[in-house]
């Protein structure tokens, strides 16, 4: 999945560091700092000005942000108890001071203060993603098991005896749907999926903490800190976010119509079960994006060559095969020379892919990323350790000299879009960097998500033939449809699983999911929005399937990734309009155009400074979140669906409990 590590000002606590603490125990910390809850924050608010709190705050997350980050760093890329102790120091130290200043924020009265001053105070008191106890017993004990969840999804493996897979070797099962049997996906998925167990107990003391930590900041529980983001009453934030998924609902119902029964047709009624698709047949782990299943879903065969994949993996073997010539052929190469020279095509091909992600940027006019952007990214799998390949942003500073990502990168079509993804949290970074610490992050967070992802909508086959990925693409109805199949495989059989993942969270953070529900309440979530199933038996409590995606045990709210999937329609919208684009909305590229790139930038450098409603209105000219771009962009789709789906039963039968 697409993602970034928010490592921004305020969010640096926000449980995307999963790290391992070290300090007193809870007996030795019983009654140290007893008082600070009640009367410490009141006096320090009356003995310092709001204004001087605030640039207080900014110094610090200025002076603390490089060690965090580089702990958190290490702790991804060199996965050992060393790199976690190191992490769970600077994480320790970064929620002790975050808990002080979330209390110090709430004790003063925002009437009459300047609006920067306001804003800020409203940041900080709905910070953290990851809210932890004060006691600083159970702030240690929350570290540690945060620590261990991400150490645990990041090391790992599907072993058969002594045959163990990555969750890379394990995802190119899944994707290879036309080689890989029915049964060798099944196991494939049941294996990955395995590794989550032993987070289940952590999870739930990890729910009891945040809870504790939640309400000592005044509120109900996790969710309501999450919901108080988005600078609109809590209750209101989850009505709109039902609202938008009610607008592309019927879209998603279509495609999900026509992947059953082409499913169907491949795997007869091991193709579905009850109208829902079983799991491990989308092609991808977590069934968030059908992608890999082109071979089987493509509506109009060799109607365009739209194999990305094809080109990139050829590109990668053109560029072994050089190093192997210049070697003296592969006569002359001893096996360990083989494995280097393949290590330096993949890296090769991975720093070709990311440079043709910064020309589209740079094109727009955004300034080149530094030079230690790639000295320092880690764009390929190490061969020696152990690894978070879960693709990521980093800022590790505020002033944008040091920006990385955290891929490890395969030569894919996914793969590319993703790079195109994780830059524009980058390019956000970068945009908004002369801002305060404290408002260097996205006007919300699906704002952050949708930057690099409206990039993408730009990737149209026009756009890829320019960069030669693809030949010059027909004029065609067929093509177009291709096309958008294409597109809707990535972008709208992502949006219910966006939606789910924080509604399962939520219930959990509310209690109306209990400990001994979380498994079946998480598929029954993945039954009402998605329309998949576990092929066999019901999947019971001695499972953690919520712990398999990454976002789960790294504690990364995930709704963002949902409003992004509408937001980017609606800036890609904007910024066409603004490039003087005319014709159907699909066919927009706005690549190498200034106009675009200038409203895009302008809106990015505002980053969480003002109210997000006003950052969109500069763009879009509107205050609210709205899906009828998606449904815009997908209309020939919609319509080519609904005829392919005609005279077939629709819907899926969703279990209840």
Known sequence: MKSHRALLALAISAGLLALAGCGKSTDESADSGAT?????PA????KESADAFVARVNTTIEDMTPELTSAAWLGATYINEDSQRVESAANERWLTRNNEFIAQAKAYDTEGLGADTARALHLLKTSSSMPAPRDPGKLKELTEIASRMGATYGSGKWCVGEDCKDIGQVSEILADTGGSSYEEMRAAWEGWH???VPMRQDYQRFVELTNEGAREMGFDNTGDVWRAGYDMPAADFQAEADRLWGQVQPLYEQLQCYTRSKLEEKFGEQGSINGMIPAHLTGNLWQQDWGNLWPLLQPYDGVGNLDVNGALRKQREDILQDLVSKAGGMRNLTADKQVELERQADLEIATRMTRLAEGFYTGLGMPALPDSFYEKSQLVQPRDRDVVCHASAWPMDTDGSDVRIKMCI????????????????????LAYQDQAPIFQGGAHDGFHEAIGDTIVLSMTPQYLASIGLVDQPAASEEAVINNQMRMALAKVAFMPFGLLIDRWRWGVFDGSITPDNYNSAWWELKAKYQGVAPAGEPRGEDFFDPGAKYHVPGNTPYTRYFLSHVLQFQFYKSLCDASGHEGPLYTCNFADNPEAGKRYWAMMQHGSSQPWQQTLKELTGGEQMDASAVLEYFQPLQSWLQEQNQGKTCGWEAAKS
Do not use: F, R
């Open 36 to 40: 600070d809850t009640a009367v410490a």
């Open 43 to 46: 006096d320090a608010a009356k």
């Open 194 to 196: 395995d590794i989550a």
């Open 410 to 429: 395969k030569p894919t079509e996914e793969e590319l879009t993703t790079i195109y993804h994780e830059l524009g949290h980058i390019y956000y970074y």
